[in-house]
């Protein structure tokens, strides 16, 4: 019984340690925090935090690939059900809203944009490795509605990063005002998913 106590602690190390550093990022930003602050928050030594994580880069990177990562094969997975396309992007757009906005992942956007250009590895880890996953996912997507004559052929040509640009404002309008101007998330989801799907269809 102890020993299996001590495995689960074991195992649930890594995602109690971002967590940490997703509360050290968002309080003191990149910049500041420390991995000694960041395993005093996640309750252990300093020593510890280094067998998962060398470094706050480390770090860092796998919390995008946990928070946005998760949410972005989460989001592809959505792409073979077999559905009406305003279905599918619904489903899709609202897998962002659950995984991202107004959770500690808004942080990650927070630190991108305050820090990125004193830390460049972290905005070309975003890139290479996030934001070409949601170009394709977005590509995909959008050739899904054609083939099912639900979109428009011509939309294949524009930049589809539109699609997902009003969740996004969402994430920076959170960060701004958090709690004393919070939007009406229902509200702002059926708005943009009904403006996408107006320009979509056409």
Known sequence: ????????????????????????????????????????????????????????????????LDRLGGMIASATDLLA???????????VLRTYYDRIVGTDAAVLLRVMIAESGRFPALSV????????????????????GIQRGEVRAEVAALDLNVVLAPAVFAVVFGLMFGET???????YIRSHLQIILNGLRG
């Open 1 to 64: 019984m102890p020993e299996r106590k001590r495995q689960r602690r074991k195992d649930a190390r890594p995602e109690e340690i971002l967590t940490a550093a997703l509360q050290e990022f968002g309080e003191k930003g990149f910049a500041s925090a420390s991995m000694g602050s960041i395993a005093t928050r996640a309750g252990i030594a300093r020593t510890t935090i280094y067998l998962y994580y060398d470094s706050k880069d480390a770090i860092f990177e796998a919390a995008l």
């Open 181 to 187: 101007a919070p939007l009406d998330k229902e509200r």
């Open 125 to 144: 880890f975003l890139r290479d490795n996030m934001l070409a996953s949601v170009e394709a996912l977005l590509t995909r997507l959008i050739s899904i």
């Open 81 to 91: 059900i077999d559905a009406p396309f305003a279905t599918v992007l619904e489903r």
